[in-house]
């Protein structure tokens, strides 16, 4: 069995939110899946620009704690396209026991609450 690398989490991370990105009526402008380079989504909808942040959490973090120093880089940036900002924390988990390591071959429970806006006043 092999233990998933941080690429192989980051990118179920991104299968998840560009799932829901998709069905959510979002049009991907770029898609970048590579670790650390942010936003990993650039989308239009109802004609606004939107980044979105990626991060695949394991267990026992919680998903919605996010880097504030980084979302507020990425919203700095976002501004200047008069983008929205958003955070998708994406926690990951061996669907059998939470303790144990996920391996690609492991069912995986997924626990993803949707985007959570970077406004301002965070």
Known sequence: MQKLNEQDLHNRAMEVVGKSLEEDGFEFMTV????????????LKNKKL????????????NPLDYDVALMDK??????????MTYYAGVGLAHADD?????????????????????????
């Open 50 to 61: 939107h980044f979105v942040v990626v991060r695949a959490i394991l267990y026992p973090n």
């Open 32 to 43: 970048n899946s590579q670790l650390k380079k942010d936003p990993q989504f650039v989308c």
């Open 98 to 122: 939470y303790e144990l390591i996920l391996t690609k071959e492991a069912p995986c429970a997924i626990n993803y609450q949707g985007l959570q806006p970077i406004t301002l006043n965070e």
């Open 74 to 83: 990425v919203r700095s940036h976002a501004e200047k396209f008069e983008a």
